[in-house]
Structure formats: C-alpha cells, structure tokens
C-alpha cells in the first residue's frame, strides 16, 4: 500500500513569525538512511511504498531546519505493515454507509433488502477502482456479480423464508501478489433454522 507522509513543522522566528513550508529545509530519513531526492527547501512530503521484504517497524525520520534563524524541529515516525483485510459495512439508501458499525461474522437480515460495502484495508487506496483488483462475491459458495461499485452487494430476504446464509468477499490485486484477503459474513433471517438460503 502506499501512504503520504506529510511534515507540518511549527518553527518561530526570534520576533515572533512563523515561518511557511517553502522557508524550511526537510531532510527525510528511512531507518537511518537519507532520501537525498525527496529532502530540500520545502519539500515536506515524503511519498511511502512498503516493501514486500519489511519485516516489523520500519522508522521514519524527519529534519525541519532554518539555519539562518538558527531553528530545528525533528519528528521520528515508526510504520507497520499490516495484514490486509476485509470490513463490512451496511450502505443505508438514506445515510449512506454506516463506517461507525462495521459488521462481523453474524448479521440479523431484519427488513426486506440489504446493500453491504465492502472494504479492502492495507490495499491501495485506489483499490475500488482499479483495474488490477477483483472482488469476487460469494453466496453460500455459488459465485455471484458484484453490483455498482464492485465492492457493493444487495441482499433481498426471500418472502416466507427463514434460515443462514453464508457471504463471502476475496479481493486481489493481480500485479501486488500480497494485496489479497477474504472474509465471509453469516446472514441470519431470524429464527434457530439452520437451512442454507440463497438471495
């Protein structure tokens, strides 16, 4: 996955001015080492990409200087990569979707149709919309389409019927061979049934 560092250093002159970004020298560093092309007269960003070969905390470090007003700030910052994985969340037709409650492992089908979203974390934050990454749905282990956007899936309760389902979400990014991760969600129509139903 990629992130955008970005250094916002707070360095006051002797009467009292602050001085901007582009007044500032960044010097960035990586576990010790200098991004000589990334650091200068303000260049306060510092765009990351991790490594498939970085294995714990890698450090970052940041150097904010004005020698002429005889200032300097430095900020040291440890990234972890992390797993990635899936989140559902509920897309509610009139407050959009609900991120405050994500849903795990059960979930109670209480009205008449449901749209999950569905999102990959870890990935590329252009995941939705890229090319390069599938989302393939699931239903009880039968392949189904995803709807617009791709990430997205609704639910309709069959009338009369009650039981489990099973849904299920494998994301993958074909160029990022570790951009990948499923999960799987338990629909339930609300009674004890344990009889697979199918939307």
């Known amino acids: 996955g990629r992130v955008t560092l970005i250094a916002i250093p707070t ?12 007044e500032i020298n960044f010097k960035w560093k990586r576990n010790g080492r200098v991004h000589g092309d990334d ?11 991790a490594s498939y070969l970085d294995i714990g905390d890698v450090y970052y470090e940041i150097e904010a200087s004005a020698p002429e ?15 990635p994985h899936i989140v559902f969340y ?24 449901i749209a999950l979203t569905a999102y990959p974390f870890a990935f590329d934050n252009k995941v939705v919309n890229d090319p390069n990454t599938s989302f393939q749905w699931g239903i009880n282990g039968t392949a189904v389409e995803p709807g617009q956007p791709r990430n997205t899936i609704v639910l309709r309760r069959p009338v ?3 039981g489990t389902s099973q849904v299920s979400l494998y994301a993958e990014n074909s160029v990022r061979i570790f951009e990948s991760a499923s999960e799987s969600l338990q629909i339930n129509l609300g009674n004890e049934n344990t009889n697979n139903v199918s939307f």
């Not at 360095?11 to 582009?22: D, E, I, Y």
């Not at 005889?70 to 797993?83: E, G, H, S, Y």
């Open 11 to 22: 360095l006051v002159t002797g009467s009292g001015r602050k001085l901007s970004s582009n």
């Open 39 to 49: 650091s200068g007269l303000g260049r306060n960003q510092l765009a990351v990409v």
């Open 69 to 83: 007003h005889n200032l300097i700030a430095t900020k040291l910052l440890f990234v972890r990569p992390a797993t």
């Open 90 to 113: 509920e897309n509610n037709p009139l407050l959009g979707i609900i991120y405050n409650r994500a849903l795990k492992e059960t979930y109670t089908l209480d009205k008449d149709e």
């Open 160 to 162: 009369g019927v009650k």
